[in-house]
């Protein structure tokens, strides 16, 4: 074993059994280039544009001008562009891939979309606009938010919220709301175990008191506890369907009828009703407000790749209370309504979430995506997506722990356990890092909680079954050699451009700013 | 007195009024490696089976539940600079807190060692 260092300080050594250089002498590896960080590669005394002497100006600043460089390192232009694009290899990305990350729904944004997004009578208008000058755009809100009701089976939904968790507060803050209408004190909210992580963070966050409600052994909120659980100090139950263990909530109608004869409210979390979507209307299982994710179920880009957009449909009952500024129609066109007044909306608005109407170039792509669809469309979108969770529930369960696939089909993704490795010292982690030297996005892991080292696979509809059988294969090799040789296994990723990284150092001296040693 | 512990992972030493609180190996085992530990402010009110404290791992940031009932007059400064006491001596110097006790008929529930191993091994 040679011991050489390389030139950017790492020793090359030969990889144990395979006669093969780990580290090259640039620490490139082929055309994965090695990158350093701007502050490591560029200078404070070049630039990338030539720029004429700096006329002496006039103070205007009072004193309050900068009196040191900001010690930013300058690049040409071909150096630049080298730079971001080196490091964007390095990243993984739907259009590269496919990106099982569990709750996450990542599927592909289809470029329709994007096409109809940069119409420039979307793209280049301003929210300050006159009204009259841009009907195109508050039809499309209005057109939007009505696929959004009929899907959900809701009579009104609040377009402005900007994401999923933003969606919750806009929905229990329309609960409490409501409750202050009427003089209501209640404040518990029940929230299951097999819920999201976001649920009773909102719910504490608009000051009610969280109480978890257990998991029964199928995955499922345990009905008795939740009944035995309700009286008159619950103001809502916080219930996500499907669950975050992929499974459909069978008893949701029945605990709404029982929240509401006790006189509270039903949140429903929306993160996964790419499920359901045009084969269940949450309307119909008595939910009085739901948001939804247009950048999980209806394609818009997230993860890096655009903002979220959670509008949040809402019952009879919670509607008075939605936030301004809303979309309504006019004798003479469509109005966007900023102020609440008797006229317009009751005068019960608990007021405004956002500085204009939301996500503008979101709803774009959402509605395209419907329109593009269809109903039977989007159906069938629930229906694929349903199917690929299985397909892989149903290729790995006999290899990987599957803790609930004895209570019948996952919705969209499916959960496993890494009980299958005890004994061997493995766990999630070194499952999901040797996953990633196959060349593939790691699932979810170590969420959700109530399995041990979850794994948790969204396949999403839009992956091949040549694709899914290339993930099934990754994961059926990765899972049978752990067992067999577990010691080879413990210091993945081998060949990513990172080794595995000190997450306990990073986290517990995390060092957040680069810090030039020399200049400081 | 010996020490008790909690079916949520929790242990107990009482003398006299006073009780020091902390979290089994078990469960340092199982979270992985601390990286930061919330814990109650002198004064605070806990109940038992109620939230006291955070303690966050690299994988997950988890409850620490109050075994019995009191009033919490110390936490472990020590684990503000190194919360890996929590993994290196979770049952000695990675306590968590010390509370005196409101009622201490609420100790009768809890396990002592024999029992907390058994229903460890029973996971």
Known sequence: MTTAMNNVGRPTRLVAGTGAVAETFTGNKALMLEEPLLFERGSLDTSGVDLPPVPPVPDRLGGLGRDAVIGLPGFSEPEAVRHYTRLSRQNYAIDLGIFPLGSCTMKHNPRLNEKMARLPGFADIHPLQPQSTVQGALELID????????LTGMPAVAMSPKAGAHGELCGMVAIRAALDAKNDPRRVVLVPESAHGTNPATAAFCGFTVENIPANDRGRVDLDAMLARLGPDVAAVMITNPNTCGLFEPDLKRISDAVHAVGGYVYCDGANFNAIVGRVRPGDLGVDAMHINLHKTFSTPHGGGGPGSGPVVLSAALAPFAPIPFVRKTATGLELVEEDTAGTHANQSFGRMVAFHGQMGMFVRALSYMMSHGADGLRQVAEDAVLNANYILASLKDLYTAPFAASGPCMHEALFSDDFLDGTGLSTLDLAKALIDEGFHPMTVYFPLVVHGAMLVEPTETESKANLDQLIGAMRHVATQ???????????????PRRRLDETLAARKPVLAFKDSEAA | ??????????WIDVAGGEATVGITDYAQGQLGDVVFVDLPDAGRAVTKGGE???????KAASDVYAPVSGTVTE????????????NSAPEADGWFFKLTLSDASELDGLMDKAAYDAFVASL
């Open chain 1, 143 to 150: 057109v939007l938010a009505d696929w959004l009701m009929k």
């Open chain 1, 482 to 496: 752990m067992l067999a040789d577990p010691d080879a296994w413990r210091t993945g990723p081998h060949f990513a």
């Open chain 2, 1 to 10: 007195m010996s020490r008790l512990y909690t079916q949520d992972h929790e």
């Open chain 2, 52 to 58: 006291a404290a955070v303690v966050e791992s690299v």
């Open chain 2, 75 to 86: 936490s472990n400064p020590a684990l503000a600079d190194d919360p890996s006491l929590v």
